[in-house]
């Protein structure tokens, strides 16, 4: 065998036995031959004749259509790819003539995204690259809230078309790059109706939504009553927004006492209680914080007002101190005006009013109350708590000109009255020396709640 016409392959081992492949030289030879003239003509790259987009710009977060013209020297048929940066936007179908591309809303507008065309046949490919304008659109802020309430509704999904944002533990969301006109807003969260509308888009635009969520929502009920156990009747229990003002959340107790609000928010809600006129007795109103998780059952203890020394008109002028006391002078009886009178100038000083006699703080009162109603001239009044006999605390309430009425609790600090006897002064002066203070003294009221 001549050596000279084979061409050493491989070799392998197959169990024991070492093989050894030869094919002839002639043989590969013409193997090699056929391949190089197997060729043929040269081919024709593909062509893109254009890329139109429609719309030439775009907003961030909105569409942009993609329509390529492409041809083949040759007629082959060719294979097309779009493509851009990463997690810059999503094509409809990336190998399509025609296709759509959603532009990721976190680009801003000012900035050109580059989109790339590939356009392949079986023996060679080109591509081409456009560059889309991005473009500011219009701002929608504003705050999620529950239903018939001011209360954050957080962790609701805000869409204007492909744009999304997510309430904050406050309410609040911003959808930016919205495209002008008119939009459909939609809201959705577990628990809660889905919530769409109309919405006409335009510059910097704050729109606050209410949303219905009675899965989320619960049932608030109870009983309210006083020191004795009775029910109280016609005391309204009220939800409030977190700024303390009333929704339109709230039940009015029956005769026993009982209540129930539904619809009320989960979390940390505000609960205002207030004397809406119940008979025989009147209600100090109340603010209260409480966590609401389930459908929650309370109990209420009302305080309810006692009335110690009342003074309504003149009838009853011995009910008050009408004499000069120390350096202070007396107050009179005004029958034309149905008040005590206090007059400045006609008084030449300081004036002072007293309940004639003294009234023992009961020892269940939890809260003394004050109010009274007064007409003004250029005046200024100050009470006075006198216990056991001696005046221990003074505070002014009220200056000026005019009609007031104002109110309080009696509050002497390091000493609680309970128990003691406690007389109210009242002072007045001028508030200039130069002109005549006057005071009409109509009404004065002294109570306590237990």
């Not at 900035?111 to 060679?124: A, I």
């Not at 009920?221 to 977190?242: M, W």
């Amino acid at each position: 065998m001549n050596a000279g016409l084979f061409v050493y392959i491989s070799r392998r081992t197959v169990g024991s036995r070492r093989l050894i492949l030869l094919i002839p030289a002639l043989l590969l030879l013409f193997f090699v031959n056929c391949s190089d003239n197997s060729s043929g003509p040269d081919n024709g790259s593909p062509v893109i004749n254009s890329i139109t987009c429609d719309p030439e710009s775009v907003h961030p977060g909105s569409e942009v259509v993609l329509i390529a013209d492409v041809a083949d020297p040759e007629g082959d048929s060719v294979e097309l790819i779009w493509s851009t940066y990463p997690q810059a936007g999503k094509f409809s179908d990336s190998l399509s003539s025609m296709c759509t591309l959603v532009v990721n809303p976190i680009l801003e507008g000012g900035m050109f995204l580059k989109v790339t065309l590939d356009v392949s046949d079986e023996y060679s490919s080109t591509d081409t690259n456009i560059w889309i304008p991005l473009i500011e659109g219009e701002t929608l802020s504003g705050h999620v809230y529950y239903a018939d309430t001011e209360i954050p509704l957080p962790g609701a999904i805000v869409m204007v078309e492909q744009l999304i944002d997510t309430s904050s533990f406050r309410g609040a969301y911003e959808i930016r790059h919205i495209s002008p006109g008119v939009r459909d807003v939609t809201v959705s969260k577990n628990g809660c109706s889905d919530f769409t509308e109309d919405l006409t888009i335009d510059t910097s635009m704050t729109h606050d939504i209410y949303v219905e969520c009675e899965g989320l929502c619960r049932t608030v009920s109870g009983n309210i009553d006083a020191y004795d156990g009775n029910g109280l009747e016609d005391i309204k229990i009220t939800v409030l927004n977190d700024d303390g003002t009333p929704t339109i959340l709230n039940a009015i107790s029956d005769a026993a006492g009982n209540f129930s609000i539904d619809g009320v928010p989960p979390g940390k809600r505000l609960f205002a209680i207030e004397d809406v006129g119940s008979p025989g007795y009147d209600v100090l109103s109340d603010t209260i914080k409480i966590q609401i998780v389930n459908d929650t059952t309370l109990q209420f203890r009302g305080l309810v007002k006692e009335v110690l020394f009342l003074s309504e008109g003149i009838e009853n002028p011995d009910d008050w101190y009408l004499q000069n006391y120390d350096f202070y002078k007396g107050w009179a009886v005004d029958p034309e005006n149905g008040c005590y009178y206090y007059n400045s100038c006609e008084m030449y000083g300081f004036g002072r009013i007293a309940m004639a006699s003294p009234i023992i703080v009961p020892a269940e009162a939890e809260r003394i109350e004050w109010s009274f109603d007064v007409d003004l001239y250029e005046a200024a009044l100050a009470l006075g708590y006198m216990v056991d006999g001696t005046t221990v605390y003074d505070e002014g309430v009220v200056s000026g000109t005019g009609f007031f009425s104002p109110g309080g609790y009696v509050d002497i600090p390091g000493m609680d009255p309970v128990g003691h006897e406690l007389i109210i002064e009242i002072y007045g002066w001028s508030n200039d020396i130069n002109i005549c203070a006057n005071v009409c003294l109509s009404r004065f009221e002294l109570s306590y709640y237990r």
